[in-house]
């Protein structure tokens, strides 16, 4: 079992920043890729950010290039997604997500974190 813990959602007004963590705890060793996906009221859970744990390669979805950053640290056992120049349409509960594949898609996620709100105000 893995266990992950979101932390760092809020309200923000259109243009700010807000840095989003999520600790990893349990049987992690089996973890390939770890990463963000967030889902608005009535809509389906999308895919924002992964990051490969072993060589830190990272994907995002084209709705945040350029705006949202992902990382990790190995030692702390944390993923991290700093988001900056955040939108209205960046508001949804955010979900930590851990894969031992490639992360890219809701189905290839084995773990979930219990979502942490983030509300961007215009």
């Known amino acids: 079992q893995v266990q992950l813990l979101e932390f760092g959602g809020g309200l923000v007004q259109a243009g700010s920043s807000l840095r989003l963590s999520c600790a990893a705890s349990?049987?992690?060793?089996?973890?390939?890729?770890m990463g963000w996906f967030r889902q608005a009221p009535g809509k389906e859970r999308e895919f924002v950010a992964s990051?490969?744990?072993?060589?830190?390669?990272?994907y995002y979805a084209d709705s945040v290039k350029g705006r949202f950053t992902i990382s990790r640290d190995n030692a702390k056992n944390t993923l991290y997604l700093q988001m900056n120049s955040l939108k209205p349409e960046d508001t949804a509960v955010y979900y930590c997500?851990?894969?031992?594949?490639?992360?890219?898609?809701?189905?290839?996620?084995?773990?979930w974190g219990q979502g942490t709100q983030v509300t961007v105000s215009s």
């Open positions: 997500a851990s894969s031992p594949t490639v992360l890219r898609t809701p189905a290839a996620a084995n773990y």
């Open positions: 349990g049987r992690t060793f089996g973890r390939y890729g």
């Open positions: 990051i490969n744990w072993i060589d830190g390669s990272t």
